[in-house]
């Protein structure tokens, strides 16, 4: 069973960073389109950062200059490194990619920005 497990979330000050990571587990034949959402409190989930197989990246513009993702399709993983945390983005972060063709979530990590 093919599994995205998240890691890397916790208690931050504004100002602060954190760097999340997930792996992907399984029988994977192909994985690509990795990449991190987050949904906030009574919010809907938004877009963070997508990591193409080709290389490629997309930011939310809020994110854009504080946030880098980085994947490595060979063992499966992806990373958001997260920068000058601010408190609205106290948020649970989910890992998404396609693998065997399907679109797969994490279970999410909670980042908690307070003071």
């Known amino acids: 069973q093919v599994q995205l497990v998240e890691s890397g979330g916790g208690l931050v000050q504004p100002g602060g960073s954190l760097r999340l990571s997930c792996a992907a587990s399984?029988?994977?034949?192909?994985?690509?389109?990795m990449g991190w959402y987050r949904q906030a409190p009574g919010k809907q989930r938004e877009l963070v950062a997508t990591?193409?197989?080709?290389?490629?990246?997309n930011y939310a513009d809020s994110v854009k200059g504080r946030f880098t993702i980085s994947g490595d399709n060979a063992e499966n993983m992806v990373a958001l490194q997260m920068n000058s945390l601010k408190p609205e983005e106290t948020a649970v972060y989910y890992c998404?990619?396609?693998?065997?063709?399907?679109?797969?979530w994490g279970k999410g990590t909670r980042v908690t920005v307070s003071s």
């Open positions: 998404n990619a396609v693998v065997n063709g399907k679109g797969r």
């Open positions: 399984g029988i994977i034949f192909s994985i690509r389109d």
């Open positions: 990591f193409t197989s080709g290389g490629s990246t």
